[in-house]
C-alpha cells in the first residue's frame, strides 16, 4: 500500500510538471520552433535523461561491486563505511526484516 502511494505521488507530481510544462509553453505566444528546434528538444532531452540514468547505474554499480570501498584510504580517520560484510548479525536481521515490509 505504500509502495503505491509513493508510486501516486511521483506520478502526480510528473503530472504536474507536465502541466507547468504546456502553460509555460503556450505563454510564449507567438514565438515559433521549427522541426530543427523541437529536433534539437527532443534529443537534449533524451540525452541528457540518458546521461543522468547511466551515471546513476555507475554509482549504484561501484556501490555493489565495492569500488567505492577500494578509493578510501585507511589514513583519513573517517570509520569504515557499513557494507554488508561489516554488518553485525543484528543489523543484517533488522536490514532483512525493513525489506520484507
Known sequence: MKTILILLAFLAALAGAFYA????????????MGGHGIAALILGIVFTFALGAGLMALVF????????????????????PLSPTHRSEAQQQEAADRREE
Do not use: F
Not at 21 to 32: C, F, R
Not at 61 to 80: F, H, I, M, V, W
Open 21 to 32: 510544462s504546456y502553460s509555460v509553453w503556450n505563454l510564449t505566444g507567438e514565438a515559433e
Open 61 to 80: 554499480y561501484s556501490n555493489r561491486k565495492g569500488y567505492d570501498e577500494q578509493a578510501r584510504s585507511d589514513d583519513s580517520g573517517l570509520p569504515p
